[in-house]
């Protein structure tokens, strides 16, 4: 298959496939005019990487879960480390956006939303310090 081949059947951009080439997720064959020539191994692993990829895995994440898949003697225990340490990642995100979505709502109720300029939402924005 060809990258447009590949691509279409794995839903990636051809672009992704290239950085994916680059950076050593995949090493698909060379035709003797030097065009890429995937195989079905190649078109599994983008599958698999584009599924992990859309649930939010790093790639350094996809490349410790293609080394485990691709090892016939691993411990899915690995595998649930990894898993469950995105989770948590996950679940910190969920937190901090709860967290903004109360605290921009407060504002929003506080702002009477009419023509006059004291605004809380621009107070605020004004008055607190980043923090990471």
């Given at each position: 298959m060809n990258i447009g081949d590949v691509s279409a059947r794995s839903g990636l951009p051809a672009k992704t496939i290239r950085y994916y080439e680059d950076i050593g997720l995949l090493k698909p064959l060379r035709d003797a005019n030097g065009y890429r020539a995937f195989q079905e191994k190649e078109l599994h692993k983008l599958t698999f990487l584009g599924r992990a990829r859309a649930l939010g895995f790093t790639?350094?994440?996809c490349?410790?879960?293609l080394a485990l898949y691709d090892d016939d003697t691993r411990e899915s225990?690995?595998?649930k480390r990894?898993?469950?340490e995105h989770l948590k990642q996950i679940e910190a995100k969920i937190a901090d956006?709860?967290?903004?979505?109360?605290?921009l709502s407060h504002l929003?109720?506080?702002c009477a939303?009419?023509?006059?300029?004291?605004?809380?939402i621009l107070k605020d924005l004004s008055t607190h310090k980043v923090s990471n």
């Open positions: 790639i350094e994440d490349r410790a879960l225990a690995d595998v990894i898993a469950n956006l709860k967290s903004m979505r109360d605290t929003i109720d506080e939303g009419d023509d006059r300029p004291d605004c809380p």
